[in-house]
């Protein structure tokens, strides 16, 4: 799991499989993260999310807020303030998504650089979510977990905020007064191929002398050539066959556009009647996709690929990434640089960021795909138009939700249940989007989890690895329960997945809190903002991964800029929780 060989909630249910057979923890147990209320709540949020994305509710606000400035810092404080806020209330992997061409947009129209605001916007998302308890999945865990011990444990809406709004704020200011020094401006794939295309596609004109004419793609061997792919054809009426399959019949006056290296491109432009297109053609195609042209029907996609992807490991060509996603792979970056060489021979890897080809369904199909960490349309110019009545309506509804559940009038579960068939009822939110925002990866992460946290309990192993962190963090005094919760949290969170680490973890800071004679709510808080700040990495947290390829950003970026803020983040959460839940006497 730590390699990335298997996923988490494939290794979590593996393990409770392997517990319950050997009789140590019950059926009951097993399984009990399935009927779980917190579990519940994580996909009804989700679903809701769904729906005020649909409905342009999410970037509604922030929008407004960011207005236009030429100053950079005025930019980064108003996108930390818009985005914090929503977050605050909603799930940040959602939201993140959908502010992603907002920014982009809004930097191209205020000349700002984006990859100096979309490291902060994950940031911003990650802060805002640690301000209340259903700012993140993560908080829904763990409240869910310590609930099932205690029943009776209160934990209200926005007690977890005492400790994530001073860490908010002191991240817009850290934002604000670092990013000039520590945040590197890096040129995005988008930018590098409009300013040279023919280092990803070449096209070229099929003409009398070409010795294939009238034969197939195969049987002219343009199938399986060395670093690349037949992209696109296009034929003399404008027809165009993206991804031509290899039965296609070549033609006289045929553009034929293939992709990947240079170097393997100069067989292609070496064969007798096949005349280059010149780079202001090539380069006016692009910027005729750019526009939007009607006349194509096919789509420029930059997706990232999740941790969690099936064609992890696996090179392009054995994954059959054409038949699989009817896409064509342009380019690959990994680390903020392009991977040359045969596309085709290239393994791809969680993280990788990749210029696709595809057509018009393909973002429907996979935007909210585990596959794929991220999936937009390349050029994202201009902004879907939204339906006022379904905006005001969806905010309506969502805000109500948030004012009964913050009062405690009716339980989390119950509240979302009500404004999710409300969504459903009014139109704002179809069955099937519905069912493509259920986070199933999230969700048998946790359930799978809850086995495994049984059996070290039941075990005695939570209770002598807690012994054991109160011995290492003893020199602490009475800050050492909570650091010793935080530190290795922050640990496994960056090793694992979140969901994976509040469900590992819990047993551990409970026993420790009985230990200790604390209050459970300083681990258990500890708990909540160690799993979700994950600040100097872009795997440790999935906003994080999003931001990776539309910043331009190299792993050791990251590493630079927010590995300060979470020793920031560690100096705030554990002296607040020390000195706020007082230890029991």
């Not at 009789?23 to 809701?48: E, K, P, T, Y």
């Not at 999740?306 to 380019?331: E, K």
């Not at 585990?370 to 006022?388: G, N, Q, Y």
């Not at 970026?557 to 839940?581: E, K, S």
Request: one cysteine or more; hydrophobic letters at 50%; a neutral charge.
């Amino acid at each position: 799991m730590i390699r990335g060989v298997v996923d988490a909630d494939v290794c979590l249910f593996a393990a409770s499989t392997l517990l319950l057979l050997r009789g140590i923890i019950q059926a009951r147990d097993a399984f009990a993260g399935l009927a779980n209320d917190s579990i519940v709540s994580i996909a009804l949020m989700m679903m809701i999310a769904a729906g005020l994305e649909s409905s342009g509710a999410l970037e509604f606000v922030p929008e407004l807020v960011l207005g236009r400035s030429k100053r950079e810092w005025v930019g980064q404080l108003r996108m930390h303030i818009a985005v914090a806020s929503v977050s605050a209330v909603m799930n940040n992997t959602p939201l993140v998504a959908v502010m992603i061409p907002v920014v982009e947009s809004w930097c191209r129209n205020n000349n700002h650089h984006p990859s100096r605001f979309m490291m902060p916007l994950s940031y911003s998302a990650i802060l805002g979510g640690l301000c209340t308890i259903i700012g993140t999945s993560t908080n829904l865990i763990a409240r869910g977990l310590a609930q099932q011990d205690d029943p009776k444990l209160k934990l209200p809406f926005v007690e977890v905020g005492i400790i994530g709004l001073p860490l908010t704020v002191a991240g817009g200011i850290y934002v604000v007064l670092f990013s000039p020094l520590l945040l590197r401006k890096r040129d995005t794939m988008m930018a590098a191929v409009v300013a040279d295309p023919r280092e990803y596609v070449v096209s070229v004109r099929v003409d009398a002398r070409f010795a294939h004419i009238g034969r197939t793609i195969e049987s002219a061997g343009l199938r399986h050539l060395r670093g690349l792919f037949l992209a696109d054809l296009q034929r003399q009426d404008g027809a165009t066959v993206p991804s031509p399959p290899p039965t296609t019949i070549i033609l006289q006056g045929d553009k034929l556009t293939f992709a990947g290296d240079i170097q393997g491109m100069q067989h292609i432009l070496s064969l007798p009647g096949l005349t280059p297109i010149s780079s202001a053609d090539l380069a006016a195609d692009l910027e005729e996709t750019v526009a939007g042209s009607p006349s194509s029907d096919r789509i420029m996609v930059e997706a990232v690929v999740s941790l969690s992807s099936p064609i992890c490991n696996m090179t392009i060509r054995d994954s059959h990434f054409r038949s699989r996603y009817g896409a064509v792979v342009l380019a690959v970056h990994r680390n903020g640089e392009r991977i040359a060489g045969g596309l085709g021979d290239i393994v791809v890897k969680g993280g990788d960021t990749m210029l696709l080809e595809a057509g018009p369904d393909f973002l429907q199909k996979y935007k909210h795909s585990t596959e794929w960490a991220l999936a937009v349309d390349a050029f994202r110019v201009t902004l879907p138009r939204r339906d006022p009545l379904a905006l005001f309506m969806s905010l309506g509804i969502f805000i109500a939700l948030i004012v009964l559940n913050s009062m405690d009038v009716l339980p989390l579960s119950t509240t979302a249940l009500v404004c999710l068939f409300a969504y459903l009822i009014t139109g704002v939110l179809t069955v099937s989007q519905c069912r493509a925002a259920i986070p199933s990866s999230i969700l048998l992460t946790v359930a799978g989890g809850f086995g495994v946290a049984k059996a070290m309990t039941v075990t005695g192993l939570a209770h002598r690895l807690a012994g054991s962190l109160l011995n290492v963090f003893s020199w602490m005094g009475r800050a050492g329960p909570v650091a010793a919760i935080y530190a290795s949290t922050s640990l496994l969170t960056a090793l694992l997945s979140n969901g994976a680490a509040v469900t590992l973890m819990y047993p551990i800071a409970r026993d420790l809190a009985k230990q200790a004679g604390v209050s459970i709510k300083g681990p258990l808080y500890a708990l909540m903002i160690g799993a979700s700040s994950d600040f100097s990495t872009p795997i440790g947290y999935q906003t994080n991964l999003m931001v990776s390829g539309p910043g331009g950003y190299r792993f050791l970026d990251f590493t630079r800029f927010g590995l300060p803020l979470q020793f920031v983040a560690a100096l705030i959460t554990v002296p607040i929780c020390v000195l706020y839940f007082e230890p029991r006497t």
